[in-house]
């Protein structure tokens, strides 16, 4: 909505291909672009999320795990990342769910 979105800057000649998960995407509370990156030695996704503060966890967590869902093979290697506005400095529910899905 308002300077939202998450974006992902790869050099132009690496093999990068944008992965659609826009449909997984919902204003102020989830955002995520996907990359698929392949090299003569290894195939590799990475993932940037973001989750509003104010945002419905459980639709983030959900949305979350659909769209990790939707790319899975047993020999992807993935990376994601971004801010999920999540404390990882003290136990919390949130954070034992997330870690739990992921």
């Not at 449909?23 to 290894?42: A, R, S, V």
């Not at 290697?77 to 971004?82: H, K, P, S």
Request: charged share 25%.
């Amino acid at each position: 909505m308002k300077k939202g979105e998450v974006c992902i800057f790869a050099q132009n000649g690496l093999g990068c291909s944008k992965i659609d998960v826009k449909k997984y995407c919902k204003d102020q509370y989830i955002e995520i672009c996907m990359l698929n990156l392949n090299t003569t030695f290894f195939r590799l996704h990475v993932m940037v999320a973001y989750r509003a503060p104010t945002g419905d966890f459980n639709l983030f967590l959900n949305r979350l795990d659909d769209s990790i869902k939707s790319i899975y093979k047993s020999n992807l290697n993935l990376i994601v990342c971004g801010d999920i506005n999540i404390d990882y400095l003290s136990e919390n529910d949130r954070k034992k769910q997330l870690d739990s899905m992921l």
